[in-house]
């Protein structure tokens, strides 16, 4: 297994729309498990292929210690639908914007259409911290980030936070 870097906002390589996954080979295996190592070493909770430079539509998730299904999760191709007008904020982080956390309002109950790692497909009806998490990680396949959804002066201040925290990072 691999960490893999993370690409930080406002990399260009963010703004990429993955493309689907035709094939669930060897490669795609390896990079799930890459995937989770590398999401687990940054105290993630989810994490989108994007993030990690490749442009397939993969997203990893576990939110295990967050009250919710404690199991490892893996969705390939995912589609989500919202199935309510009510949308609710919360109050998100990303990984490729470290110690940024603002709120953003999103749909609160969504459908999760995907394959999983064995290529077999599954629905689930999702709220809550799962809902938030799956629409930021789609968002990311779709080369959105959720400082988008804020005012320009939040996302001028969110480049400058980053600028700083890779630097002393590095
Ligand atoms: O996609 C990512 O960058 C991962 C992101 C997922 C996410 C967290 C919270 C709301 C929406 C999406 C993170 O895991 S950020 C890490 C973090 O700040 C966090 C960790 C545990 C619970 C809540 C936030
Ligand atoms: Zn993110």
């Known amino acids: 297994m691999a960490l893999l870097p993370i690409l930080h906002y406002p990399d260009p390589r963010l703004r990429t729309v993955a493309k689907d996954v035709l094939v669930i080979d060897d490669d795609i ?24 430079d490749r442009h397939i539509r993969v997203v990893v998730m576990d939110l295990a210690g967050q009250d919710e ?5 893996v969705y390939i191709n995912p589609k989500v639908t919202p199935l309510t007008d009510e949308v609710a904020p919360y ?16 749909p609160t109950r969504v459908r999760i259409e995907a394959l999983d790692e064995h290529g077999d497909e599954f629905s689930v009806e999702a709220d ?21 959804y804020l005012s320009r002066l939040k996302q001028d201040r969110a480049r400058d936070k980053v600028r700083k925290v890779t630097a002393k990072n590095t």
């Open 128 to 148: 809550g911290l799962l809902a938030v998490c799956i629409q930021h990680e789609l968002d990311h396949l779709n080369g959105v980030v959720f400082v988008d």
């Open 91 to 106: 109050k998100e982080g990303c990984l490729s914007i470290p110690e940024v956390y603002d709120e953003v309002s999103r």
């Open 69 to 73: 299904d404690p199991q490892p999760k």
């Open 29 to 52: 295996k390896t990079l799930i498990k890459d995937m989770f190592e590398t999401m687990y070493n940054a105290q993630g909770i989810g994490l989108a292929a994007t993030q990690v």
